[in-house]
């Protein structure tokens, strides 16, 4: 998948699970740009992310991401 | 929210209904949650299943991994929040580094272990008489020993299954202490799916997060049930859901109900209606039905596991099924939100669910061999208490003693054919069992002596002439279950001759060497013998398959007479050289 692809098919899920329906994702984009974004939701983020992409992460990549873009950038990795 | 219906189950759903919860009016029911797992992401699902039933619950949940620091302080966060349900909920990732890091003491584990989680029930009965709901624990999936480790006594795997045993037998001796079956959910869901190594390192999280709706519904199960909310009576449909087909129409010898129609499915279903009514669950009928055709059926048909004394409330009539519910409502005088309906008709079920909104009606497949597994998904049956807990007792202590008889005998055959407790229904030919008999006419190969493929039509003229013809039939049960009807025997009198004929001797293969086919050679020459019959005759026709009673005439006595090219032959016993066999079966019929 390419980063738009995968960019688009991330929004609605970030939407879900932050419960806002505004929310434009960006690269740079970290737990501090985002209402709501704890250690609690980061997990369900990543879940419901799997889920989607029917990708499975390792620990280590979980704890490694620091923006949205290493999300896409893993992503694109994943399902290229 | 359909109550009990396991889709809603879904966590990303759950997660965002309970955002949106809407606040409710006291009174509020106090949950306390003490766990060596994060709780965080079970509270909200809680919440919203709680709501869903319509209890405002309020949580307290403890800090992580801090069940004994919380129990055991009288001072505590958890006494002050004066919870009136407590539960505890541990990992089995946690038992494990326990046990890994004990080296020394792994024998006295399972000991160590169950003591100090019932030491924590102990404290805070002391301080409380909220009900406590105890999880179980994953079996692990590690074996070090491969299956070979269910034959060792300190095998991870076993040590787990021991504590969660231990639970058990504890709790049932301690005042309102329940099991919180995770194990259960683990393995109905499967345990490799259920265990989360990701999840439990990234949160320390229980279980994957799709099965936390599972969990959550079970702790709502039990705590529904130990307030007194949980249900009590099923009404029951009869056409095609007690039996295949439809009385009415098809008749009392129609309906499928046998051990091989439908492969048995109404019977197994029957049999687990039988097992809720035996644990206290009222059963009651709900049919469009001819009331004396209805309950005809629950006299005569030889299928019918349930029987009329089986059903508090018997409504069969041409009124629609709300307004017959309501009946056996006020008949009971219980709420309708302890009522289960079952139906294979749709239109039915919409039409109660519309009518009756607190009633519970489940889905059932169409497939009645999938009724039971629809049931049980939807743990329905949950209780906190049993009525006869004291029978309950001494049947434990029953059961341990026959145990430990029973590994002292089976000397002999003939011992352990005894243990069966056999019981045999002897009947000429009837109505309600001519299906079954053409059936295993039509089926039987194996034990088979000439392979008579007789109808069902030929079957019901010989039951006209008794002058000529004596069919018979011999049901079997013991006391692990009931086989049904198993054996077929058709008798021709030549009364001129003095000569009683087998033309049929068939059995299902499913009770060899149980003395059933002695016990219906007994009877063939009792009737010899009455009705002064010089001798009896057979005939072995070999087929492909029946080679395993080829000397079956030997094995009684009889003498050949006669053999053609085929393979085919004719044996002869006179009516006084017959000795009878020994039986170890109770019997009773014609």
Same mark, same amino acid.
């Given at each position: 998948?390419?980063?738009?692809?995968?960019?688009?098919?991330?929004?609605?899920?970030?939407?879900?699970?932050?419960?806002?329906?505004?929310?434009?994702?960006?690269?740079?984009?970290?737990?501090?740009?985002?209402?709501? /974004?704890?250690?609690?939701?980061?997990?369900?983020?990543?879940?419901?992310?799997?889920?989607?992409?029917?990708?499975?992460?390792?620990?280590?990549?979980? =704890?490694?991401?620091?923006?949205?873009?290493?999300?896409?950038?893993?992503?694109?990795?994943?399902?290229? | 929210?359909?109550?009990?219906?396991?889709?809603?189950?879904?966590?990303? @759903?759950?997660?965002?209904?309970?955002?949106?919860?809407?606040?409710?009016?006291?009174?509020?029911?106090?949950?306390?949650?003490?766990?060596?797992?994060?709780?965080?992401?079970?509270?909200?699902?809680?919440?919203?299943?709680?709501?869903?039933?319509?209890?405002?619950?309020?949580?307290?949940?403890?800090?992580?991994?801090?069940?004994?620091?919380?129990?055991?302080?009288?001072?505590?966060?958890?006494?002050?929040?004066?919870? !009136?349900?407590?539960?505890?909920?541990?990992?089995?990732?946690?038992?494990?580094?326990?046990?890994?890091?004990?080296?020394?003491?792994?024998?006295?584990?399972?000991?160590?272990?169950?003591?100090?989680?019932?030491?924590?029930?102990?404290?805070?009965?002391?301080?409380?008489?909220?009900?406590?709901?105890?999880?179980?624990?994953?079996?692990?999936?590690?074996?070090?020993?491969?299956?070979?480790?269910?034959?060792?006594?300190?095998?991870?795997?076993?040590?787990?299954?021991?504590?969660?045993?231990?639970?058990?037998?504890?709790?049932?001796?301690? %005042?309102?202490?329940?099991?919180?079956?995770?194990?259960?959910?683990?393995? /109905?869901?499967?345990?490799?799916?259920?265990?989360?190594?990701?999840?439990?390192?990234?949160?320390?999280?229980?279980?994957?997060?799709?099965?936390?709706?599972?969990?959550?519904?079970?702790?709502?199960?039990?705590?529904?049930?130990?307030?007194?909310?949980?249900?009590?009576?099923?009404?029951?449909?009869?056409?095609?859901?007690?039996?295949?087909?439809?009385?009415?129409?098809?008749?009392?010898?129609?309906?499928?109900?046998?051990?091989?129609?439908?492969?048995?499915?109404?019977?197994?279903?029957?049999?687990?209606?039988?097992?809720?009514?035996?644990?206290?669950?009222?059963?009651?009928?709900?049919?469009?039905?001819?009331?004396?055709?209805?309950?005809?059926?629950?006299? =005569?048909?030889?299928?019918?596991?349930?029987?009329?004394?089986?059903?508090?409330?018997?409504? %069969?009539?041409?009124?629609?099924?709300?307004?017959?519910?309501?009946?056996?409502?006020?008949?009971?005088?219980?709420?309708?939100?302890?009522?289960?309906?079952?139906?294979?008709?749709?239109?039915?079920?919409?039409?109660?669910? !519309?009518?009756?909104?607190?009633?519970?009606?489940?889905?059932?497949?169409?497939?009645?061999?999938?009724?039971?597994?629809?049931?049980?998904?939807?743990?329905?049956?949950?209780?906190?208490?049993?009525?006869?807990?004291?029978?309950?007792?001494?049947?434990?202590?029953?059961?341990?003693?026959?145990?430990?008889?029973?590994? @002292?005998?089976?000397?002999?055959?003939?011992?352990?054919?005894?243990?069966?407790?056999?019981?045999?229904?002897?009947?000429?030919?009837?109505?309600?069992?001519?299906?079954?008999?053409?059936?295993?006419?039509?089926?039987?190969?194996?034990?088979?002596?000439?392979?008579?493929?007789?109808?069902?039509?030929?079957? @019901?003229?010989?039951?006209?002439?008794?002058?000529?013809?004596?069919?018979?039939?011999?049901?079997?049960?013991?006391?692990?279950?009931?086989?049904?009807?198993?054996?077929?025997?058709?008798?021709?009198?030549?009364?001129?001759?003095?000569?009683?004929?087998?033309?049929?001797?068939?059995?299902?293969?499913?009770?060899?060497?149980?003395?059933?086919?002695?016990? %219906?050679?007994?009877?063939?020459?009792?009737?010899?013998?009455?009705?002064?019959?010089?001798?009896?005759?057979?005939?072995?026709?070999?087929?492909?398959?029946?080679?395993?009673?080829?000397?079956?005439?030997?094995?009684?006595?009889?003498?050949?007479?006669?053999?053609?090219?085929?393979?085919?032959?004719? /044996? !002869?016993?006179?009516?006084?050289?017959?000795?009878?066999? =020994?039986?170890?079966?109770?019997?009773?019929?014609?």
């Amino acid at each position: 998948m390419t980063h738009a692809e995968i960019h688009q098919k991330l929004t609605p899920i970030f939407r879900d699970v932050f419960d806002d329906p505004a929310i434009e994702i960006k690269d740079t984009m970290t737990a501090k740009d985002v209402p709501g /974004w704890d250690s609690l939701t980061y997990v369900n983020l990543i879940v419901a992310v799997e889920k989607a992409f029917a990708v499975s992460f390792t620990t280590k990549e979980v =704890k490694s991401l620091v923006n949205v873009g290493a999300l896409i950038e893993l992503l694109a990795k994943r399902t290229a | 929210m359909l109550k009990n219906d396991r889709s809603e189950l879904d966590y990303g @759903q759950l997660v965002k209904k309970a955002r949106r919860l809407a606040p409710m009016s006291d009174p509020r029911f106090k949950l306390a949650i003490l766990a060596d797992v994060s709780t965080q992401h079970l509270v909200p699902l809680l919440r919203v299943l709680f709501a869903g039933h319509g209890v405002n619950v309020e949580i307290y949940e403890a800090g992580f991994d801090t069940v004994e620091v919380e129990a055991l302080n009288p001072q505590s966060a958890l006494y002050t929040f004066a919870p !009136q349900a407590i539960v505890i909920l541990q990992s089995v990732v946690k038992l494990k580094s326990g046990f890994y890091n004990d080296v020394g003491n792994r024998c006295s584990f399972v000991q160590t272990r169950s003591e100090s989680i019932e030491t924590v029930w102990k404290a805070i009965r002391a301080r409380t008489p909220a009900t406590i709901l105890q999880s179980t624990f994953v079996l692990p999936y590690e074996r070090a020993h491969g299956n070979f480790g269910r034959l060792l006594e300190g095998d991870f795997s076993g040590v787990v299954a021991e504590i969660n045993r231990e639970i058990c037998l504890r709790a049932r001796r301690n %005042a309102s202490v329940l099991v919180n079956d995770i194990d259960h959910i683990a393995g /109905w869901v499967g345990r490799r799916k259920f265990l989360d190594e990701k999840l439990w390192g990234l949160a320390k999280s229980l279980c994957a997060f799709e099965f936390l709706p599972d969990v959550a519904q079970n702790i709502v199960d039990i705590t529904l049930a130990s307030i007194g909310r949980s249900v009590k009576c099923v009404v029951l449909d009869l056409d095609n859901t007690l039996w295949g087909g439809v009385v009415g129409d098809d008749g009392l010898e129609g309906i499928k109900l046998g051990d091989l129609d439908e492969d048995g499915s109404f019977r197994f279903f029957q049999l687990y209606l039988r097992e809720l009514s035996a644990r206290g669950i009222i059963l009651a009928v709900c049919s469009k039905n001819n009331d004396a055709v209805a309950r005809e059926v629950f006299r =005569k048909h030889p299928g019918m596991v349930l029987k009329e004394e089986h059903i508090a409330v018997f409504i %069969a009539n041409w009124d629609d099924k709300a307004t017959n519910i309501r009946r056996i409502r006020e008949t009971l005088n219980i709420g309708f939100d302890s009522m289960v309906f079952l139906d294979d008709n749709p239109f039915e079920r919409n039409l109660v669910r !519309q009518l009756i909104p607190d009633i519970v009606v489940p889905e059932l497949p169409e497939d009645p061999a999938l009724y039971v597994r629809a049931i049980s998904e939807l743990n329905l049956f949950e209780t906190a208490s049993q009525s006869t807990l004291d029978s309950g007792r001494t049947a434990l202590y029953r059961e341990q003693q026959q145990r430990t008889e029973e590994s @002292q005998k089976f000397v002999t055959l003939e011992d352990y054919l005894q243990s069966l407790k056999t019981t045999a229904c002897c009947q000429k030919f009837e109505p309600a069992t001519l299906g079954r008999i053409a059936q295993l006419i039509q089926r039987s190969n194996q034990f088979n002596l000439t392979t008579r493929r007789y109808s069902e039509a030929e079957c @019901q003229e010989m039951m006209r002439d008794a002058e000529r013809i004596f069919p018979f039939t011999i049901s079997v049960q013991d006391r692990f279950g009931d086989f049904g009807l198993i054996n077929v025997v058709i008798l021709r009198l030549h009364r001129n001759e003095r000569r009683l004929e087998i033309d049929t001797f068939l059995m299902s293969c499913r009770v060899l060497q149980r003395g059933v086919e002695q016990l %219906a050679m007994n009877r063939i020459f009792e009737l010899a013998a009455k009705e002064k019959f010089q001798s009896v005759t057979g005939r072995y026709i070999p087929t492909p398959k029946n080679a395993m009673v080829k000397s079956f005439f030997e094995q009684f006595g009889f003498r050949r007479v006669a053999s053609s090219d085929d393979g085919t032959t004719e /044996w !002869q016993l006179e009516t006084e050289q017959y000795g009878p066999r =020994k039986v170890f079966i109770d019997f009773n019929g014609c």
